[in-house]
C-alpha cells in the first residue's frame, strides 16, 4: 500500500463521515461544521491530484467564506434546531436515493468503460505547471486581464443594488405605500 | 498576449463609463441629506445633472474617436487640440490596431463603435428624461446603476470571446434587474424586477450550456488536431478549429442553439419572450425605454457577431416553408427566419387587445425584434453584396428603433407622471391638454407603424429588401401583413390621444429636460427618415470588418 493511496483512504473516509454527518444530524450548526469538515477532506484530495490551487481556493471560499455565510444565516434566524416536519414532497427522500444511486453508477461504470485515470496526452510537466497557482495568476492578469476586471465592476454593481433594495423606507410618501 | 499601453486609447469609452459610474456613486456623499421634499430633489437633480453630463461628454468622445464626423487627415498641423484628437482616433475604429481584438476578447472594430454609440446615446436620452422626474430614492445608485448597465452593454457590443460575453451579459442585466424592481413599494415593480430576475437567470444558465457545449467542441477539436493554446474560447478561433474539423456535429449545432436560446431572451423573440409584457409594464417607465432598446441594440449586435463569426459553417437558406421539404431547414439562418416568423405574428396579435400603454408598446417591441431578426436572415444570400445589405439594415433598424421607442416611452413616461397611470385611457384627449407631447406622440407612433418619410418606415424598408434579396420573399410578405396589422393598434393610441374626450382639460406639463429629450429623439426621428445616407454611410464601415 502506497503512501498516497492511505492517505486517499483516510481521507475519503474522513469526507464521507463528514457527508453523512451533515445529512444525518438534526442541529443545523452541528450539519454546518460536519460540512466543514468535508470541504476540508476534499480540500486535501485535491492536494493529493496535484493542484495546489483548487486546494487552497476550496479552503478559502467554500471552508472559510461560504461556511461563515451559512453559520451567520442560521444564527441569525435562530433555526439551529428545526423540528422534524413532513416532507411537502411525497417520496423526495426516496426519489433522491434513486437518483443518487444512479449517478453513482454512471460513474462507476464511465470509470471501467474509459478505462484510466491516467490524464490524456499531455506530460506530466505541462499539467503541474497548468495548476500551478503562479500560472494561474498570471494567466489571470494577462491573458484574462479584460473579463477579470470586469468580475470586479460585477461585483461593485451587485452590491449597490443589494444596499438599495435593502434600504429602509426613508419618506412618508412612500410608507403609505407599503401593503 | 498580454494588454498593451496601446490597448488603453481603444477601450477609453468604456474606462471613462466606469470612472462616471465611480464619480456618480460617490458625489452622492457631498450632498445634502435631508428627509424634506427639496433637498430630495435637489439630491436627484445633482445625480442627475452630473450622469447626464458625463454620458454627454463620453458620447462626444466616443463620436471623435470613432472619426465618423470629422478625420483628422495625416498631415495637419500638430498641436495640442490635434494631438488629442489624433490619439483619441488611433484607438478608434479606422486605426489598424482595430483588426485585432484586445487580448482576443474585445473586438473595437466599426460594429463595436455603432453599438457603443447608440448605447450611449440611448442612456444619456434616458437619465435627460429622468431629471425633471419625482425625486427617486437614492438618485447616486440609480444613476450608478443605469450607467454601470451602460458599461455592459458596451462590452456586449464589442465581445469577440465567450467569458467575456458572459460577463458582458450579466454587467448588463444585473443593474437592469436591480433598476426594474427599483420602486420597491410598487408591488408591479417589484414584480417586474423578480420576474426579469428569475428569467434572466434561467436564460443565463441556458446561455453558459450553450457556451460550455461550443467550448466542450472546440477544445475536443484542438485535441484532435495536436493544437493547443488557451484562447479557445475566441470567436474567431472556435470558426477556425470548425473549419478545419469538418462536417460540423451534433454537438456544436446544439451548443448554437442554445446560445441563440439564451441571447434571444434577451432580445424578446418569440418562444422567449414571456417576460418582456411584465417587465415592461411593472418597471419605472424610463427604465423599461433603456430595456427596451439599449440593451436589445447590445444583444442584437453581439447576436449577429455570435453568429457570423463563430457559426458560418452553420449558415443556410433563408426557407423554411417553401418548398415543403426537409432538407431546406437548413443552418441558423432557417431557424431565425422561423422565429422571425413566429415573432412577427405573436407580437403583433397580441398588441391588438391591450388595454395598458406600456404594456401595448411591449408587445409592439417584440414584434419589432422580428423585423430586427430578417436582417439577420439576410446572411443566408449567396452575394457578399447582399449580405452586407443584411447587417446595413440591421444595423440602421436598430438606431431608428432606438430613437423612436425612447421617444415614445419617453411621452408616456411625461403623461405618467401628471396622470400616475400608464393606461391608454390616460391618453385620452392628450391633443387638447397638450398639444405639442401629442404632435411629438403622433411622429413617434408614425414612425413605429412605419409610415413615410420617418426613419421606422426606411428601417422596415431596408430589412424587407435584404430579407427578399437573400430569397425569404415569404417572410417578407408575412412582415408586409404583420405592418398592416400593426397600423390598427398604433393608431389606437392615436385614436385616444385625437378624437377620445379627455375626462378633464387640464394641460399635462412637460418639464423642461423631458421637453428636450423627446425633441431630440423626435428629431433624430425625422432627421433619419428624411436623410438616411447620413447614418448608411457610417453604417458601410461595418461590412469591411464582419462582412467577410
Known amino acids: ?179 | 498576449m498580454q494588454f498593451a499601453l496601446t490597448d488603453v486609447p481603444r477601450i477609453l469609452p468604456e474606462i471613462l463609463l466606469l470612472v462616471l459610474a465611480l464619480l456618480v456613486l460617490g458625489s452622492d456623499v457631498f450632498e445634502r441629506w435631508a428627509n424634506t421634499d427639496a433637498a430630495r430633489t435637489e439630491q436627484h437633480r445633482a445625480s442627475a445633472s452630473l450622469a447626464a453630463l458625463g454620458l454627454g461628454m463620453i458620447l462626444i468622445i466616443a463620436l471623435i474617436q470613432s472619426g465618423y464626423v470629422y478625420r483628422l487627415p495625416d498631415d495637419a498641423p500638430i498641436n495640442f487640440l490635434t494631438n488629442i484628437v489624433r490619439n483619441l482616433q488611433n484607438g478608434g475604429p479606422a486605426s489598424e490596431l482595430a483588426t485585432t481584438p484586445i487580448l482576443g476578447a474585445f473586438a473595437t472594430d466599426d460594429l463595436t463603435m455603432i453599438g457603443r454609440l447608440v448605447v450611449i446615446a440611448a442612456a444619456f436620452l434616458t437619465v435627460l428624461l429622468t431629471y425633471d422626474a419625482r425625486p427617486t430614492a437614492n438618485p447616486g445608485e440609480f444613476y450608478t446603476l443605469i450607467i454601470g448597465s451602460t458599461l455592459g452593454m458596451c462590452l456586449m457590443a464589442g465581445s469577440s470571446e465567450l467569458i467575456m460575453t458572459f460577463l458582458a451579459i450579466e454587467l448588463t442585466s444585473i443593474p437592469l434587474y436591480v433598476l426594474a424592481g427599483y420602486f420597491r413599494n410598487d408591488r408591479q415593480s417589484t414584480e417586474a424586477g423578480m420576474k426579469y430576475f428569475l428569467f434572466g437567470a434561467m436564460s443565463s444558465g441556458i446561455l453558459l450550456y450553450g457556451m460550455s457545449l461550443t467550448y466542450g467542441y472546440a477544445a475536443t477539436a484542438a485535441v484532435t488536431q495536436g493544437s493547443t493554446g488557451n484562447n479557445l474560447t475566441q470567436f474567431e478561433r472556435i470558426r477556425e478549429l470548425v473549419a478545419q474539423a469538418g462536417e460540423p456535429t451534433v454537438l456544436l449545432t446544439l451548443g448554437m442553439l442554445f446560445l441563440i436560446a439564451g441571447i434571444g431572451y434577451k432580445v424578446t423573440v418569440v418562444p422567449f419572450h414571456g417576460w418582456s409584457p411584465d417587465v415592461y409594464q411593472g418597471a419605472p417607465t424610463p427604465i423599461t425605454a433603456f430595456i427596451a432598446t439599449a440593451s436589445k441594440v447590445a444583444s442584437f449586435i453581439l447576436l449577429f457577431r455570435l453568429l457570423t463569426t463563430t457559426f458560418p459553417v452553420l449558415t443556410g437558406a433563408a426557407d423554411v416553408i417553401i418548398p415543403v421539404e426537409a432538407s431546406t431547414f437548413t443552418g441558423w439562418t432557417s431557424l431565425l427566419a422561423l422565429l422571425a416568423f413566429l415573432t412577427l405574428i405573436v407580437g403583433n396579435l397580441a398588441a391588438l387587445p391591450q388595454t395598458n400603454a406600456k404594456r401595448l408598446l411591449a408587445y409592439s417591441s417584440i414584434a419589432h425584434a422580428g423585423f430586427l431578426l430578417m436582417g439577420l436572415v439576410a446572411w443566408s444570400a449567396s452575394l457578399a453584396m447582399d449580405r452586407e445589405a443584411g447587417i446595413a439594415s440591421l444595423l440602421y433598424y436598430l438606431v431608428a428603433y432606438t430613437v423612436m421607442n425612447l421617444g415614445v416611452f419617453g411621452v408616456l413616461y411625461v403623461v405618467d407622471q401628471h396622470t400616475r397611470s400608464d393606461e391608454i385611457s390616460v391618453l385620452n384627449g392628450l391633443a387638447r391638454r397638450n398639444l405639442g407631447l401629442a404632435v411629438l406622440f403622433t411622429i413617434f407612433v408614425f414612425s413605429l407603424a412605419g409610415i413615410p418619410p420617418l426613419s421606422g418606415f426606411f428601417a422596415k424598408f431596408y430589412v424587407f429588401m435584404a430579407a427578399w434579396q437573400a430569397g425569404a420573399e415569404w417572410l417578407v410578405i408575412v412582415g408586409l401583413i404583420t405592418t398592416i396589422i400593426s397600423l390598427y393598434y398604433y393608431l389606437r393610441l392615436l385614436r385616444a390621444v385625437f378624437i377620445v374626450p379627455p375626462d378633464t382639460d387640464a394641460p399635462i406639463p412637460t418639464p423642461r429636460w423631458m421637453a428636450t429629450s423627446l425633441v431630440l429623439s423626435a428629431l433624430l426621428v425625422i432627421v433619419l427618415g428624411l436623410f438616411p445616407n447620413i447614418i448608411l454611410t457610417i453604417i458601410d464601415n461595418v461590412q469591411a470588418v464582419a462582412g467577410r
Open chain 1, 1 to 179: 500500500m502506497t503512501f498516497e493511496l492511505m492517505m486517499f483512504l483516510i481521507t475519503a473516509v474522513v469526507a464521507l463521515t463528514g457527508g453523512i454527518g451533515m445529512v444525518m444530524f438534526k442541529n443545523t450548526v452541528h450539519s454546518a461544521l460536519f460540512l466543514l469538515l468535508n470541504f476540508f477532506a476534499i480540500s486535501v484530495l485535491f492536494l493529493l491530484l496535484q493542484s495546489p490551487f483548487l486546494f487552497a481556493i476550496q479552503l478559502t471560499v467554500y471552508a472559510g467564506a461560504i461556511m461563515v455565510l451559512f453559520l451567520f444565516v442560521v444564527m441569525l434566524l435562530g433555526a439551529e434546531r428545526i423540528e422534524d416536519t413532513t416532507d411537502k414532497l411525497a417520496g423526495q427522500r426516496w426519489l433522491a436515493l434513486v437518483l443518487a444511486l444512479i449517478l453513482l453508477i454512471q460513474s462507476v461504470a464511465i470509470n471501467l468503460i474509459t478505462g484510466s485515470n491516467e490524464p490524456p496526452m499531455q506530460e506530466l510537466e505541462t499539467l503541474a505547471l497548468l495548476s500551478d497557482p503562479a500560472t494561474l495568476g498570471a494567466e489571470l492578469f494577462t491573458t484574462y486581464l479584460l473579463p477579470f476586471q470586469i468580475t470586479g465592476i460585477i461585483l461593485l454593481v451587485g452590491i449597490v443594488g443589494v444596499v438599495v433594495l435593502n434600504q429602509r423606507v426613508r419618506t412618508a410618501q412612500d410608507k403609505g405605500q407599503i401593503n
